[in-house]
């Protein structure tokens, strides 16, 4: 169960349902062109998005940790020019996907704010030469959370990210201090792309790959209250201890028997026990915080490197293709239409068929109408779009001038 809690900058239906969707508003007559003009979009918009999809592939190659292959030998500079041209690209196609990137106060709310999860972790965010994270849709969702040590629950909402795209490129190894070298779990200088599903707003920090697992004050007391309440009686049996230490001294004089070195061997072995149970104790509350971590993040990973890039540019070819085709609809049913008034039209049809509200990204839509030449701007104000016939012929000699032979 879920709501939203700001407006949706994509548009939660998919591209199928957006044009059947559409198709029942027509008359019977009109619906074999008006798909086929979804189809002739959709297949220029798939090769010029499969353009950017292999310069993006091919930038982020000597990056990509899970490469095959190891022939690509670059400078420093052709490095720095390459991760340039991958930041660039990636902040592109996520914002044609209508992501939006999250500012260090957002990511810095995460590192404070108490998690949903029984753990906590803390980041060092200086071992990253780049930091970009991206999250899109915004929504508050029921979660059922554990209380008195498991005996009890309870439900409780959350406001949580439904995706969230990361970008991290650590910095090499002359870069980052001792102690930052020795903590991090993989290798200086790599770049790694995550994307995530349903993540708590407050649990951002526990998709970042060097985390370091701290203990709570509730784990802490866990630990530490049985252990002074199970240290009276030891410390009450700390009289064998001393006898342990006399007969180090009994030895020398000459002066031990057998009951001081049994009652001293008892009382060091009562001791060591007791230190060997609560360290016991450490460990096993922190095997429980890592698969707390792991059991989550399984379930919540979409992708990883290469395959976020795939993922990244399907999703934004779908958000133009799903906003150029509605905001043609909508100025082919009302001609004349200025910015505002179809943002509003096209928003408030969202909202009938989503339940959801839904910021309209405009300016996006006309844009790559203009672009296509399947939309201008009258000179009395306002914009219009071409006939159907006509829209049909434009997309057809665009498809047809991607192919020319030398």
């Known amino acids: 169960m879920q ?14 349902g957006v044009v059947d969707a559409l198709l029942a508003d027509l008359q019977e007559e009109e619906r074999p062109q008006f798909r086929a003009l979804s189809d002739f979009l959709g297949a220029v918009l798939h090769y010029e998005f499969h353009d950017r999809l292999e310069r993006l592939k091919q930038a982020y190659e000597p990056f990509d940790p899970d490469r095959e292959t190891t022939d690509v030998e670059l400078t420093c500079e052709e490095q720095a020019a390459r991760a340039e041209r991958i930041e660039g690209g990636l902040v592109d196609i996520l914002e044609r996907g209508n992501y939006r990137r999250l500012g260090m106060a957002e990511i810095e709310y995460a590192l404070r704010e108490q998690s949903l999860f029984p753990i906590k972790v803390q980041i060092d965010l200086e071992v990253y030469e780049q930091l970009l994270v991206f999250a899109r849709g915004e929504s508050v969702r029921s979660a059922t959370v554990k209380k008195w040590f498991g005996l009890r629950t309870r439900r409780i909402d959350v406001v949580t990210y439904d995706r969230i795209c990361m970008y991290l490129r650590f910095k090499e190894r002359d870069a980052l201090a001792p102690t930052q070298r020795k903590r991090l779990f993989c290798n200086p200088g790599i770049t790694l792309l995550k994307l995530f599903r349903n993540i708590p707003k407050a649990d951002l920090e526990m998709l970042f790959p060097n985390t370091e697992l701290k203990m709570r004050w509730l784990d802490r007391l866990l630990i530490g209250v049985p252990a ?11 009289a064998p201890v001393l006898f342990a230490l006399a007969i180090v001294v009994g030895l020398e004089r000459g002066e031990v028997n057998l009951a001081s070195i049994v009652a001293g061997l008892s009382g060091l072995v009562g001791l060591g026990l007791f230190l060997f149970r609560q360290w016991d104790k450490f460990k ?8 707390t971590l792991s059991e989550n993040l399984y379930f919540l990973n979409i992708d990883n490197n290469e395959g976020v890039i795939t993922r990244l540019v399907d999703e934004a070819e779908e958000e133009e293709h799903k906003e150029a085709l509605l905001a043609y609809h909508f100025l082919r049913a009302e001609p004349g239409l200025d910015a505002a008034e179809l943002d509003e039209r096209i928003e408030r049809w969202l909202e009938e068929h989503c339940q959801a509200r839904v910021d309209f990204q405009i300016d996006d839509a006309l844009s790559e109408l203009e672009r296509l030449e399947l939309a201008r701007r009258r000179e009395e104000g306002g914009y219009e779009v071409v006939d159907l016939g ?7 000699k665009r498809w047809d001038a991607f192919f020319q032979y030398p």
């Open 390 to 396: 006509e829209a049909l012929a434009r997309l057809d």
């Open 228 to 238: 002074v309440l199970g240290g009276v009686p030891v410390l009450l049996k700390l």
């Open 3 to 16: 709501q939203a809690s700001k407006p949706y900058h994509d548009i939660p239906l998919t591209r199928r």
């Open 284 to 291: 096993s509350r922190k095997l429980l915080f890592l698969r």
